[in-house]
């Protein structure tokens, strides 16, 4: 395990062997939003243009040169000995080890070996990868914040939240847990009520438990959904599951 973790969901914090360290007590909010956007983009430098429409999507200040370099200042001297902050030719980059774990990173890992020990078969080893990725991926991404960075890493996670649920409803089917398994799905209707795949999920695992009466609820709750928000009939798939 790497001696340098960083959670980028939830409160934002970099754990090391010395403690915990949280950059929005450091620098505030906008030390935070930094602090998210370098440690997300770790492996590469942000030009400072880019560091700035994220502190500042709709109106930055006249500035704001000088405000960013004094927030990635204040950060800077706070973060500790195992994390730095790089700035060169225009560009800031975080310093962290080689071996860094960073929360988010090891969502996207999670799910891809889920997936694959699926395709490969092999649906014992499944539920532990899901559980990582839905662990990490059910705490909120920089809570009150706002702008078109932080919406678009957001969905990145709610659907990498819908493929660890996917694969955690594909175990406990498996492994004949139906609770579960129709909780799992529950879950990604409420993510998306109109992701019409989730409740051809739903009816597959009620139906599996010999629920065919759930099944055809939720086939139900589908075609009025469909039919209320988007005017449209269930695809030809869900009417075959159904049938």
Same mark, same amino acid.
């Given at each position: 395990?790497?001696?340098?973790?960083?959670y980028l969901?939830?409160?934002p914090?970099?754990e090391?062997?010395?403690?915990?360290?949280?950059p929005?007590d450091?620098?505030? =909010? /906008?030390?935070?939003l930094?602090?998210?956007? &370098?440690?997300?983009?770790?492996? #590469?430098?942000?030009?400072?243009?880019?560091?700035a429409?994220? +502190?500042?999507? $709709?109106?930055?200040?006249?500035?704001?040169e000088?405000?960013?370099?004094?927030?990635?200042?204040?950060?800077?001297?706070? &973060?500790?000995?195992?994390?730095?902050?790089?700035h060169?030719? #225009?560009?800031? /980059?975080?310093?962290?080890?080689?071996?860094? %774990?960073?929360?988010v990173?090891?969502?996207?890992?999670?799910v891809?070996?889920a997936?694959?020990?699926i395709?490969?078969?092999?649906?014992?080893?499944?539920y532990?990868?899901?559980?990582?990725?839905?662990?990490?991926?059910?705490?909120a991404? !920089?809570?009150?914040?706002?702008?078109? %960075?932080?919406?678009g890493? =957001?969905?990145e996670?709610a659907?990498?939240?819908?493929?660890? &649920?996917?694969?955690a $409803?594909?175990?406990?089917? %498996?492994?004949?847990?139906?609770?579960?398994?129709?909780?799992y799905?529950?879950s990604?209707i409420?993510? *998306?009520p !109109?992701?019409?795949?989730?409740?051809?999920?739903?009816? %597959?695992?009620?139906?599996?438990?010999?629920?065919?009466?759930?099944?055809a609820?939720?086939?139900?709750?589908?075609?009025?959904?469909?039919?209320?928000? +988007?005017?449209?009939?269930?695809?030809? *798939?869900t009417?075959?599951?159904?049938?």
């Open positions: 395990m790497s001696a340098v973790r960083l969901t939830g409160d914090a970099i090391t062997e010395a403690g915990v360290v949280r929005g450091i620098a505030g =909010r /906008q030390g935070r930094v602090f998210a956007l &370098l440690a997300w983009r770790h492996e #590469g430098a942000v030009p400072r243009g880019e560091v429409e994220v +502190l500042w999507p $709709v109106d930055p200040p006249g500035s704001w000088t405000t960013l370099s004094a927030v990635v200042s204040n950060l800077r001297k706070g &973060l500790g000995s195992d994390i730095g902050i790089e060169a030719v #225009g560009c800031y /980059q975080l310093d962290a080890p080689p071996d860094v %774990w960073i929360d990173e090891a969502a996207y890992r999670a891809h070996e997936e694959g020990a395709r490969a078969g092999k649906i014992g080893s499944v532990a990868w899901s559980g990582v990725a839905t662990s990490i991926t059910r705490r991404f !920089l809570a009150g914040e706002e702008g078109a %960075w932080v919406e890493r =957001r969905r996670l659907a990498l939240r819908i493929r660890g &649920l996917e694969a $409803v594909e175990f406990c089917v %498996w492994n004949a847990e139906w609770g579960p398994a129709t909780r799905a529950e990604l409420e993510m *998306d !109109l992701r019409e795949s989730s409740y051809r999920t739903l009816m %597959w695992a009620a139906a599996t438990a010999g629920d065919r009466s759930a099944a609820r939720a086939y139900e709750r589908c075609r009025t959904v469909l039919a209320e928000e +988007l005017g449209i009939l269930p695809h030809p *798939d009417e075959a599951l159904f049938d």
